[in-house]
Structure formats: C-alpha cells, structure tokens
C-alpha cells in the first residue's frame, strides 16, 4: 500500500511540475510579464460625456412665452414641503420665495439663514439662473443644503417661474428668439427660374410660347422661294 501511495504522490507532484514549468514557458513566450502594445492600436471609443446633450438647445424666452401658472403650481407642489410662496409667508426649511425674481441671489428673505453658496454666489434671480437653479441646484451653486435633485423638463422649470412671477412679480420675460427666415431679394427673384418674360433655358416650352418665339435673325421665305408661280396664267377648264 506504502509503495502505490508513494507511485500516486510521485506522479501528483510530477504533474504540479510540468505545470509549472509550461506555465513559466508560455509566460516567457507570450511576454506575459511586459505586454507589447500593437503597432497600430485599434480605434478607440470615446464615450459622451455625462449630462452633455439633452436639452441644451432650448430657447428660454420660447418656453416662457408659453408657459402656464397654473401648471407650475402643480408642480410647485414638490417644493411646498419646504417653501412658502405667498406674501409674508414664513421661512420653513427653505426660504418663503414671494416676489423671489429679480432678488439678489442668496438674500431676499428676511431672517433666512442662507447656506454660503448661496449668500456668496452673487448675481441676481433672473430667469436664466432661476431655470439653471431649477434643473440642478447642485451643480448651480455648489454645497447648497438644498437637497432637491431638480427638474429635468425645460416646461416644468417654465410653468414653476411663471407661477413664480405670478406671486410676487418680476422683470419682463425675455423675448424668444426669431427663426431666420431666407428671403430672396428683387435681383435674386428675377433670375429664378419662371421669373420675368421670355423663355428660360432648361424650362419646358408651351404651345403658345413655341409659336411667338420666332427671333429677327430667322430667315423670312420669299417670293423665289415660296409656290412655284404660273407664267402662263392660271388655267381654267380642259383643253
């Protein structure tokens, strides 16, 4: 029994050492210990930046102008747990926010203890910064004690500062911008194509137009080269 042991233990420890020894061999052959990078590396994939796109192209003064206070009460509702918006309000977790726009930022409630990325951002509460402020009160003043994550949706921040301005007041909104509009001028129109008298290269050709198109410099036929003329005089009857 002691010898099929030891012949059992002798080709266990055998195996360990070929093992070993063909991992150490292909570890050297394959560099595994200083990987090469390939002459030409592969194409790399550069992902989109976190929070780029979305709803950056959007015209603030556009969404104001249809914006609905009605609506924004709605969703002024998420905020009503810590703020107060009618007049004379008390603070409460969050400032009372009547006549809030226009107001310096971080000071227009009385007794409010502000956090000082607020009291010290600077600026005033127009409605540029209010919808930055309401899309993401983080990243628009940095160690707020705001907890509030924002909203994602330019319409709801739209509906929110209209019902903003409803309490309390504030500026003018912005006026949305004008879509260009492409007028051709006079000189433009005039040689488009259709435009003006006369035929136009490349435009297919009436019947009306073909008949009355016939130019100066066409030969006229004359009288040698018309109808053969009868030198005899017309002939009448047999003969």
């Known amino acids: 029994m002691d010898d099929r042991f030891n012949t059992a233990a002798g080709w266990v420890l055998f195996s360990g050492i070929v093992a070993l020894g063909g991992s150490i061999v292909s570890g ?9 990078m390939p002459e030409e590396p592969g194409k ?20 104001l102008a249809a914006a609905d206070p009605a609506a924004g009460e709605k969703v002024f509702a998420k905020c009503s747990a ?28 009385a007794g409010f203890a502000y956090s000082s990325a607020l009291s010290g951002h600077g600026g005033v509460w127009d409605y540029a910064n209010m919808d930055a402020w309401l899309e993401n009160p983080r ?6 004690k705001m ?19 409803a ?19 006079d000189e433009t129109a005039a040689d488009a194509p259709g435009a003006g008298l006369g035929p136009v290269a490349g435009a297919a050709t009436g019947e009306a137009e073909a008949a009355t198109a016939m130019s100066a410099d066409q030969p006229v036929a004359t009288s040698g080269q018309g109808a053969t003329q009868n030198s005899g005089g017309a002939k009448t009857g047999g003969d």
């Not at 929070?51 to 950056?56: E, H, P, V």
């Not at 192209?57 to 556009?62: E, K, N």
């Not at 907890?147 to 301005?165: H, T, W």
């Open 28 to 36: 050297m052959y394959f560099h595994a210990d200083n990987p090469e």
């Open 44 to 63: 790399i994939i550069v992902g989109a930046e976190e929070g780029a796109g979305g709803d950056a192209g959007y015209d603030l003064g556009t969404i």
């Open 82 to 109: 810590c703020h107060t918006i009618n007049q004379g309000g008390a603070n409460g977790i969050g400032p009372n926010l009547y006549g809030v726009l226009g107001k310096p930022i971080g000071a227009h409630a």
């Open 139 to 144: 990243g628009f003043a940095s160690g707020t």
């Open 147 to 165: 907890s509030f994550a924002g909203l994602g949706k330019p319409e709801d921040r739209a509906n929110v500062i209209a019902y903003l301005k």
């Open 167 to 185: 309490n309390g007041g504030g500026p003018a909104f912005p006026e949305p911008v004008a879509e260009e509009e492409s007028v051709l001028s």
